[in-house]
């Protein structure tokens, strides 16, 4: 590192001669490059080095002295980062030392280098110290039979999801999927693994670790689609039809829905009300007008102004042969720079609001909404409903007028038709009803005093964050502190 090694030296700058004026961009770019370089090299930022030594090479790939410059604040980078790893885990402040760990690694990985000898000794042996600890962190866990949370303590320590740490962690991996098929045996013998919530629960606990599941039974309150009754006033038979499938879809997407001999029923009732009139009316725009005027303002006027002045003239005094010079005051005029104030007519503006009036035909439309759809989903189970209570008024100009300074220009009306209408209600259905099965799902399975496996996985089955506390003690009893992790499933 010749150019470092005279920087940190303090020998002389180079002067730049009057020749550097004709030196290219590109040239005066990368020179700054290599100054900002070596100065972030003598202040110890060498990740900061390392970035601008890249430029500078990018710059000038021929450069070899840059290109060595760049590979020697690489490795002093990835030094630097592993003693904050070694400073981190010696304070006892493990979390960040893992962080450090896996930028270290990242970094490596990113520049696409291997450092130098001692430099790839200490990553050697930072990660083996990384496999060690997380090893011990994951295999108590999995002696404790808690797959789940020894999955999520690996996945915690994102290190070992590195390149250089993918043995270990497959190895982690299997063994935690060990773990997981001891808890699913175990459970799936358990004689409510029969009964249909907590069969699907243990099934999908299997599922994440891809062991067998047991024998799937129907579930009981789900359905499997819905014939829909529409009483709705105001639908031609058109919209009918695509209320109906809006219905269908929204169920199909729910947790009620599943595979089922079972329908559920449901009745659309209410009316919608779509109305359009058109009225003839006088618009107007304000525009501002900029009217000329006259007026007079006062300026100042330069000129020369005269003023008498005397000036003394020798002349000969006396006659014949008595004469003698002598003095005589002549008056004189002269001129001075002078300024005086005139009047002139001149033209101003101003501006003077104006209303620009034309006529037009005002188009509105009214659209009223208000209906509800029940579902019977049997299993005396109480209705699920759901509904839209909606008034909007759009309305629109239909004219040929055109005025520029007021901003007008002719304009049709671009108001929202019955169908369209219709649509943003059922979107506005759709978008409501996931919740609004929840909350049916939970106020009908969730509110009990105790809970066994059965009852709690049914309340389970919701999916929804907020589950009462009998319901984790219940899973605990067959799945004990993996409890939180298997309620988080996906179910």
Known sequence: MTTLRRALRGAPLFRIGAFALLASTSLVACTTLRGRADDAYAKGDYAAAAKLYQDVVANNPND????????????????????????????????????????????????????DAKVEARIATETAWATGFVRGEVMKLVEAALPLAAEARL??????????????????????????????????????????????????????????????????????????????????????????????????????????????????????KVSFGVTSETVTRPWVESVPYKAREAYEESYQEPYTDYET????????????????????????????????EVTKYRDEQRVFSFEARKHTGTYESAFTLRFDLGEGLAPLD????????????????????????????????????????????????????????????CGGASFNTETASRCAYAVAPGYPQGVRAALATSFGQDVDEALALER
């Open 64 to 115: 070899t002295e840059a290109q060595q410059n760049l590979q020697t604040a690489r490795s002093q980078a990835l030094s630097a980062l592993l003693v904050a790893v070694d400073t981190e885990r010696r304070n006892g402040h493990l979390d960040t030392a893992f962080d450090k760990l896996d930028e270290v690694l990242g970094t490596r990985q990113t520049w696409g280098i291997k450092a």
């Open 155 to 272: 996945r915690a320590r994102r290190v070992m999801a590195r390149s250089e740490l993918v043995a270990p962690a497959t190895e982690l991996t299997t063994a935690i999927d060990g773990a997981g098929l001891k808890v699913c045996t175990r459970v799936s013998g358990d004689s409510g693994a029969r009964l249909p919530y907590f069969a699907h629960f243990v099934s999908v606990y299997c599922g994440h670790f891809h062991a067998p599941t047991p024998a799937a039974v129907p579930l009981p309150h789900v359905v499997s689609g819905v014939e829909l009754y529409t009483a709705v006033d105001g639908l031609d038979d058109a919209q009918r039809a695509r209320l109906a499938a809006a219905a269908s879809q929204w169920l199909s997407s729910s947790l009620y829905f599943g595979p089922s001999s079972r329908q559920a029923r449901a009745v659309a009732s209410g009316r919608q």
């Open 313 to 344: 003239v020798a002349i000969t005094c006396g006659s014949g042969t008595a004469t003698y010079s002598c003095n005589e005051q002549h008056a004189v005029t002269k001129y001075r720079p002078a300024t005086r104030t005139r009047t002139r």
């Open 386 to 445: 759901i509904s839209s209570t909606t008034t909007v008024q759009q309305s629109g100009l239909e004219h040929d007028a055109s005025f520029p300074p007021a901003g007008v220009s002719p304009e049709r009306p671009d108001l929202l038709s019955a169908d369209g209408f219709l649509s943003a209600r059922l979107d506005a259905l759709a978008a409501a009803f996931p919740a609004a099965a929840r909350d049916h799902w939970k106020t009908s399975f």
